[in-house]
């Protein structure tokens, strides 16, 4: 038979509780931020990521966690900030062969760039580039497992691109350029893009191992 928790272990597991609830109410009151809530500068923002691609969705999705109060806006005319599609392109490269000259092992990347406007045109963020790369062993008797598999890999690598983004997005400089296009402070050596610009190639091309077709898409 067990014996009940004495009266000191349950006194001491209720101060620990109020402790802990006192500090999170304290922090709150300061102002304090919990992790993964880090608002953006704007209150408007237009993606210009495809929404009916993952990687468009998952962008979409992380902006909203991280920056609840920012809306995410249809047309770039209703923003105050447009996250530009540059380039969104992926490569896929031999690393080796074996003896009969076969491939042994692929290089896959995802070459992503974007660039952070005002809805008048001034860079906030200049076109940057996020790169990303994964080696994958191949076999070419399972063709079918391995097309499967390198495209579980380029969902992964374009998870980890979404938090890189993410980071570059809610850094201290985009702040700063922020509040500087709003005041008017405007280098005259950074360019001025137009905020309806759109790319050629919103969608990469799937690559495909020899003989195979391709499956999934961004």
């Known amino acids: 038979m067990h014996s009940a928790p004495s009266r000191p272990q349950h006194c001491s597991r209720w101060w620990l509780r109020a402790v802990s609830l006192a500090t999170v109410m304290l922090l709150a009151a300061c102002g304090f931020t919990m992790r993964g809530v880090t608002p953006l500068p704007f209150e408007t923002l237009y993606v210009g990521i495809p929404d009916n691609t993952r990687f468009g969705a998952d962008v979409r999705r992380a902006i909203r966690a991280s920056s609840p109060d920012t809306k995410l806006v249809g047309t770039p005319k209703e923003a105050a900030a447009i996250l530009q599609l540059v380039a969104n392109d992926r490569s896929l490269r031999e690393v080796s062969l074996n003896a009969q000259g076969r491939v042994e092992e692929y290089e896959l990347g995802i070459i992503f760039t974007f660039r952070l406007i005002t809805n008048k045109g001034i860079a906030i963020l200049p076109d940057t580039t996020l790169s990303v790369y994964r080696e994958m062993p191949y076999d070419d008797q399972v063709v079918q497992a391995k097309q499967a598999q390198m495209e579980t890999l380029y969902e992964s690598m374009q998870e980890s691109l979404v938090s890189r983004l ?44 020899p003989g195979s077709p391709g499956t999934g898409n961004w």
Do not use: C, K, M
Request: cysteine-free.
């Open 166 to 209: 993410l980071r570059r997005l809610t850094a201290p400089e985009v702040h700063t350029a922020y509040a500087a296009a709003q005041r008017g402070d405007i280098n005259p050596d950074n360019p001025v893009y137009d905020p309806n610009f759109a790319p050629s190639n919103e969608r990469p091309e799937t690559w495909q191992t």
